[in-house]
Nanobody, 124 residues
């Protein structure tokens, strides 16, 4: 069974950067597309970024385009989310997700594997 574990969250000031790794265990991540989602207090979970199984294709929400970068290292069974120029609106719990298809998706219900999430808080 594929298991995902996020880390790297924390409290930062606006304008700072964070990198969130998502480490997969149990099975290889190399044949699975992955994505990052986030959930702010009182709001629904929303799409952030997605990446294909080999990293060739990525997609981002308009809210993070140009500031966040999703990447992966299949040799390390890890997906990353590099977050630059953080804003208070980026505050929330960030979740890593994976699905046993080669292409990514912005739809959370198309992912079968989820991590527990990591809290990111951006102070203005």
């Amino acid at each position: 069974q594929l298991q995902l574990a996020e880390s790297g969250g924390g409290l930062v000031q606006a304008g700072a950067s964070l990198r969130l790794p998502c480490v997969a265990t149990g099975r290889t991540l190399s044949n699975a597309a992955a994505g990052w989602f986030r959930q702010a207090p009182g709001k629904e979970r929303e799409f952030v970024a997605t990446i294909s199984f080999n990293g060739a294709t990525t997609d981002y929400s308009h809210a993070v385009l140009g500031r966040f970068t999703i990447s992966r290292d299949n040799a390390k069974n890890t997906v990353y989310l590099q977050m630059n120029s953080l804003q208070s609106e980026d505050t929330g719990v960030y979740y890593c997700a994976a699905r046993r298809l080669l292409t990514g998706s912005a739809q959370s219900n198309e992912y079968g594997y989820w991590g527990q999430g990591t809290q990111v808080t951006v102070s203005s």
